[in-house]
Every structure is written in structure tokens, then in C-alpha cells.
């Protein structure tokens, strides 16, 4: 049943991403005309997509609280590659991802598409660029999520956030919206750090088919209420992590 099951969402996934990637190819001209009006188009087919592959994937997302409108700054924890899927479902936004995505495949070509920000996380000075390219993209009205844990955590707790990434924010006075993600899989299924969880040294298509032979799984995602602000990035940076752990339910 298992076999099935993923080869049937391989075939309803494939031909789903290469007509959203299609469209994406589309309308991606409109840039030389209105970069800002590009980005809104890219963030409705985000959200399409996103939304799509959980319906194929059997993926519920279940949400508390009210998801920012557009332009926004958004801190969340980070547990697996589904998170990304998880926030854009529900909002459409771009991510700042580990630079070697900028490279795989097909993938990596459609992420630069969508304005996705990559960063080489071994290298410290390479976050003075990647916070030019933050502000650039706020003052676009755009909107944008990071992950300041800087990696993917076991799913026990929240790992403490580094500040170097919220300071476009904190320097441009711009507030700071946070969520909590988790993950619940059936009482019959292997459990959410095993099937969702992606902190083991697997690789990304490894993980993903396993990810697609299961029945399903929840998304529980809660999204703060009032952003945050404050003048000093460290002790934002503490603010932000204490609020997001609130929520936090480790997973099982």
C-alpha cells in the first residue's frame, strides 16, 4: 500500500509542480516592468503550490492565530524542509535558505526564481550580504520568513536565536512577527521526528520519498499575536525565541 501510495502522489505531484513552475516561467517577464507587482504574483504561486502539495501529500495544516499580511519579517523555528512548505501555505513568503540549495537541480533554479535568499552558513561574513539583500527585499513590500535557529533542531526544544539575521529589521525599524511550527502524526504511523523531522544526515530525495509513502501528517502552526520590536538585536533576538518556545510542543 505504501508503494502505491507514493508513486500515486509522484505522478499527481510531478505534473503540479511543472505547471505552477510553468506558470511561474510565465509571468516572470513582468519583473522588467514592476519587480514589486512580480512578487506579488510569485507569492500567489507559492500558496498555490504549497497548498497543492499538501493535498496530494496528505498534509493538514491546522493554524492559531492570524498569519501577517504582506510586507512583513517573520521568525519561526525550524524543524524540517516542510516548514518552509508549511508558512508558505499559509502566506506566500520567501525564505533565506542554506546556500547549497542554490545548486540541486531544478530546484535550485526555481528558488533564485521565487527571489529565495540563499546563505553559506560557514561563512560569518557572508551576513552582510545576505542582510543587504534582506532589506532590499522588505523595502520591496515583500514578505519574508528566517529561521534564526540557523539549522534544522531535533524537534525537543528550540534552540536559542542568533541575532546577526534580524538586523535589517531592528535597523530599519521594521517590527518583527513570529510563529511556532510542530508536527503530529497518527497514533498508527512512525512518529513526527522520524517522518517529518529531517535533522539526521539523509539526504533531501531520501527523506522526501519516505516523507510521501506515509498516510499523512498534521502541521500545527501558531502565529504570534502583536510583532516585536526593540532597538538592540540580541535582546529582540531573546524576546522573539522565549515567545516562539511558548508554543512549542516538542516532537514525539
Not at 493538514?60 to 523555528?77: D, I, R, Y
Not at 542554490?102 to 560569518?124: C, N, Q, T
Not at 519516505?210 to 538592540?232: C, K, N, Y
Amino acid at each position: 500500500m505504501q508503494f502505491i501510495r507514493l508513486w500515486l502522489r509522484i505522478l499527481l505531484l510531478l505534473p503540479w509542480t511543472v505547471l505552477v513552475s510553468a506558470a511561474r516561467l510565465a509571468v516572470w517577464p513582468t519583473a522588467l516592468l514592476s519587480e514589486r507587482f512580480d512578487r506579488r504574483m510569485r507569492r500567489s504561486l507559492i500558496r498555490c503550490w504549497a497548498r497543492g502539495f499538501a493535498r496530494v501529500s496528505g498534509v493538514q495544516v491546522s493554524v492559531t492565530g492570524t498569519p501577517p499580511e504582506p510586507p512583513f519579517f517573520l521568525v519561526c523555528n525550524h524543524l524540517s524542509y516542510i516548514d518552509m512548505l508549511v508558512i508558505g501555505h499559509q502566506t506566500g513568503c520567501i525564505f533565506v535558505s542554506r546556500g547549497d540549495v542554490e545548486h540541486w537541480p531544478v530546484l535550485g533554479f526555481v528558488a533564485k526564481s521565487l527571489y529565495i535568499i540563499f546563505i553559506d552558513r560557514e561563512k560569518k561574513s557572508d551576513t552582510v550580504r545576505v542582510n543587504g539583500l534582506i532589506a532590499e527585499t522588505l523595502k520591496m513590500g515583500d514578505a519574508l520568513a528566517i529561521f534564526p535557529e540557523s539549522r534544522i533542531s531535533r524537534g525537543l526544544d528550540v534552540a536559542p536565536f542568533k541575532s546577526s539575521l534580524i538586523e535589517p529589521a531592528v535597523s530599519n525599524g521594521i517590527p518583527i512577527h513570529y510563529a511556532t511550527v510542530t508536527y503530529r502524526t497518527p497514533a498508527d504511523a512512525p512518529p513526527a521526528n522520524v517522518v517529518v523531522g529531517w535533522w539526521r544526515p539523509e539526504s533531501f530525495t531520501y527523506h522526501l520519498l519516505r516523507l510521501l509513502r506515509q498516510r499523512g501528517f498534521t502541521a500545527l502552526v501558531h502565529f504570534g499575536g502583536e510583532p516585536m520590536t526593540g532597538g538592540d538585536r540580541k535582546e529582540l533576538a531573546l524576546r522573539l525565541h522565549r515567545a516562539v518556545r511558548k508554543n512549542f510542543l516538542p516532537l514525539r
